[in-house]
């Protein structure tokens, strides 16, 4: 019988709730072994020592390799059933405190149940992450904790060839690879533009992160905007400086003074971040202008400083906690085989009022 590469892979197309996901359940050396038309022995040789077989066998095994999504385990082979107690995660940044309280709600309700936690930063480039990812799945962790949806068609791959649990968080889809805990950024988007139009406020503007979520966040602001008449007759989207990701206070002074410049009328400004939010603050506070008085500030995060500023700073809350919480939940039941019942969780949001708008 011959063995195609489909037959192979894990069906993408399956549907998250008849997926059966167990770990040890992915792609094995055996599979690409027999997808090569080589003995197992082979393949492990053309992996670990490639010298030692021919140029045409070697090339027949990296092509399986690539085909299958195959990452070589790490782990000594007698150790390979068993479990690590080891579970990684991954974050855009370390530098910004938005995904902190995740990660330590994450590492405590693993540390209940006798797991570990290991963070790795994966920038917001999709190559960065896939190169990591790969480090990750080779010493075969019991879970793997997304930061967001899995878009690179290399990583997907990868990641449904492990059999590894995968758990993506702050973001929302119905097909995740596998669990999800998240909310919809276009649903945050809309809600802050009416919440600022319900206030008022009619000449909205944004000060936006250049990553995918702030941007898909952006747009949705952008165009509920808009459709509540907060820009400018003829206008197709509202008034946006884009700044580069992850952000920092100085791009908010910078992005609030771009804005100042080229749209003098502005009376509301939705930061993709909290530090973002004070630093236009602090820009609006150095020219002259009253928050909230002249201009609404509105952020995202939550942080705690944002309830200490000088006006205290309306901003979106996620619960980082409950994504924490719910993903470790989720790898763990997997791990020791329960039902997980429903696989996609949406914890919301919410719209901390405060004094800058």
């Not at 590469?5 to 059966?20: F, I, M």
């Not at 020219?287 to 201009?295: H, N, Q, S, V, W």
Request: neutral net charge.
């Amino acid at each position: 019988m011959t063995t195609k590469p489909d037959d192979l892979l894990p069906n993408a197309q399956t549907s998250p709730e008849r997926r059966q996901r167990r770990k040890g359940s992915g792609i094995t050396l055996r599979d690409v072994a027999k997808l090569a038309g080589v003995a197992p022995i082979t393949a492990s040789r053309a992996l670990n020592t490639p010298d030692a077989v021919s140029p045409a066998v070697l090339e027949r095994v990296r092509e399986a390799v690539a085909r299958t999504g195959y990452v070589p385990n790490m782990l000594a082979g007698g150790l390979a059933s068993r479990k690590s107690r080891l579970v990684a995660a991954v974050v855009p940044t370390i530098s910004g405190p938005v995904f902190l309280e995740m990660v330590q709600a994450l590492t405590e309700a693993l540390a209940e149940e006798g797991y570990q936690l290991m963070l790795g930063q994966g920038g917001y480039a999709d190559s960065r992450e896939d190169a990591l990812l790969e480090a990750i799945i080779g010493r075969r962790p019991d879970g793997v904790v997304l930061t967001g949806i899995m878009r690179s068609e290399e990583g997907r791959r990868r990641l449904l060839a492990s059999g590894i649990p995968i758990v993506e968080t702050w973001d929302l889809t119905p097909t995740p690879l596998d669990m999800l805990v998240g909310f919809s950024h276009e649903k945050i988007g809309a809600a802050v533009a009416g919440f600022l139009h319900q206030r008022g406020r009619r000449r909205a503007s944004t000060i936006s992160g250049s990553d995918e979520r702030a941007v898909r966040r952006n747009q949705a602001f952008s165009d509920a905007a808009v459709a509540l008449g907060m820009a400018l007759p003829g206008d197709k989207a509202v008034p946006t400086v884009m700044v580069p990701a992850p952000t920092t206070l100085g791009g908010g002074r910078a992005g609030l003074a771009q804005l100042l410049e080229e749209h003098p009328g502005i009376d509301a400004v939705f930061c993709s971040s909290d530090l973002l939010a004070l630093g236009v603050i602090i820009e609006a506070q150095a020219r002259g202008i009253r928050i909230p008085e002249d201009l609404a500030v509105i952020g995202l995060g939550d942080m705690e400083f944002s309830r200490d500023l000088h006006p205290a700073l309306t901003t979106v809350r996620i619960d980082g906690t409950a994504i924490g919480r719910r993903a470790a939940k989720f790898i763990i039941d997997r791990v020791e085989e329960r039902p997980i019942g429903e696989r996609v969780c949406d914890i919301g949001f919410s719209i901390i009022e405060r004094a800058s708008t």
